[in-house]
């Protein structure tokens, strides 16, 4: 089998047309069903949702916690979390897996815990390649993506996109069974 890739000279949001593209095409060529998108703010999800509005595809905007920035934060709006679900998009606001209780107590006695090792392991792929995987297994412990199907994922270093893998999902209980299949974007660095 031979697949193109896109490597991006630099990480960041200015990519993110370039990822919509990889991911239409994705869709247009192998028919995939579900899309998993990271989106803090709401600028990405907002326009991967109006992009692919009326597509049929399964798509999921994951975004922070509340309180995930400060105590008592939201930073995906209700009025843009309204926009990407008038779009057809579901969105997914919970803990995102390599920052739950097990980064409370290493920062607070000085350690690394299991959890931060992969988070540190998957980054050595770029910080979108950590985030699509944990998106994944996300959305799929939400039930908004089922497990062991073929998900396209979208995230990006900071804000944006940069990043596009096609994963074989699974929920994070499940963690050992998560396979990327494939890299269709990424920053070389």
């Known amino acids: 089998m031979e697949k193109k890739v896109l490597y991006f000279e630099k990480p960041g949001r200015d990519n993110t047309s370039e990822c919509l593209r990889v991911v239409k095409d994705a869709i247009r060529q192998a028919g995939h069903k579900h899309l998993v998108v990271a989106s803090t703010g709401g600028e990405t999800g907002v326009l991967f949702s109006h992009a692919l509005k009326d597509t049929g595809i399964n798509l999921v905007v994951v975004t922070h916690s509340a309180g995930f920035k400060e105590p008592n934060s939201v930073e995906l709006s209700r009025d843009t979390e309204d926009e990407i679900t008038g779009s057809g998009a579901k969105v997914f606001r919970g803990t995102m897996l390599t920052h739950s209780i097990d980064t409370a107590f290493s920062g607070k006695f000085s350690g690394y815990s299991l959890t931060q090792i992969v988070a540190n392991t998957l980054r050595r792929f770029g910080e979108g390649s950590k985030v699509c995987c ?14 062991e199907e073929e998900v396209l994922a979208v995230a990006g270093t900071a804000r944006g996109a940069d990043t596009v893998l096609l994963v074989k999902s699974c929920a994070s209980k499940r963690f050992l069974e998560l396979k990327v299949l494939e890299i269709l974007a990424k920053p070389r660095v």
């Open 134 to 147: 944990e998106c994944v297994m996300m959305a799929a412990d939400a039930g908004l993506i089922p497990e």
